[in-house]
T-cell receptor, first 115, second 111 residues
Framework: DAGVIQSPRHEVTEMGQEVTLRCKPI?????LFWYRQTMMRGLELLIY????????DSGMPEDRFSAKMPNASFSTLKIQPSEPRDSAVYFC?????????????FGPGTRLTVL | KQEVTQIPAALSVPEGENLVLNCSFT??????LQWFRQDPGKGLTSLLL?????REQTSGRLNASLDKSSGRSTLYIAASQPGDSATYLC??????????FGAGTRLTVKP
């Protein structure tokens, strides 16, 4: 298996632009997670899905952030409009309730820079 | 709300030393605890996962312990090597599958 796949790996954009981050979970996993990592706040959970349904989005910082999971193999995290304080590394992870004690597998992350 | 703390924030040791990284959490109602390694510019690699019913897990030179009642976990690294240099993150999973991460310990092993 290729593991969790994220794209793009790096994104540089200007303030006010829309940013879309993409994630392909490991096949067969029924949970998908979006995390954000910053120097100040460390790694934070933004939202997670179970069977394509959002379960907890309490970590989403504000209405500018939205996430979707249209099918079991694809999810997006969108920021519109983006702001410089959104600059961070965004990780996607997936797991399965029945697999290896629910160990989460992480993607390589997307490094976002908003100028 | 679950809070996870890792001490120390940074650690520098000479090659060959044994070392311990600490993780504490405020709510003992956890499902499991996981230790990750993160290399600069890269994603997280899972090292060890301990279920709430377990006391420890071992993988090679790594040993992780869990004392749920006191809200503590340690990651022991034996005979450290320069290749062990990385940031080590501790994460706890409450029963609702919402993982909480510590800020990490940045480890440097000097040749």
């Amino acid at each position: 298996d290729a593991g969790v796949i994220q794209s793009p790996r790096h994104e540089v954009t200007e303030m006010g632009q829309e940013v879309t981050l993409r994630c392909k979970p490991i096949s067969g996993h029924d949970y998908l997670f979006w995390y954000r990592q910053t120097m100040m706040r460390g790694l934070e959970l933004l939202i997670y899905f179970n069977n394509n349904v959002p379960i907890d989005d309490s970590g989403m910082p504000e209405d500018r952030f939205s996430a979707k999971m249209p099918n079991a193999s694809f999810s997006t995290l969108k920021i519109q409009p983006s702001e410089p304080r959104d600059s961070a590394v965004y990780f996607c992870a997936s797991n399965s309730q029945g697999l290896r004690y629910n160990e989460q597998f992480f993607g390589p992350g997307t490094r976002l820079t908003v100028l | 709300k679950q809070e996870v703390t890792q001490i120390p924030a940074a650690l520098s040791v000479p090659e060959g030393e044994n070392l311990v990284l600490n993780c504490s959490f405020t709510d003992s109602a956890i499902y499991n605890l996981q230790w990750f390694r993160q290399d600069p510019g890269k994603g997280l690699t899972s090292l060890l996962l301990i279920q709430s019913s377990q006391r420890e897990q071992t993988s090679g030179r790594l040993n992780a312990s869990l004392d749920k009642s006191s809200g503590r976990s340690t990651l022991y690294i034996a005979a450290s090597q320069p290749g062990d240099s990385a940031t080590y993150l501790c994460a706890v999973r409450p029963v609702n599958n919402d993982m909480r991460f510590g800020a990490g310990t940045r480890l440097t092993v000097k040749p």
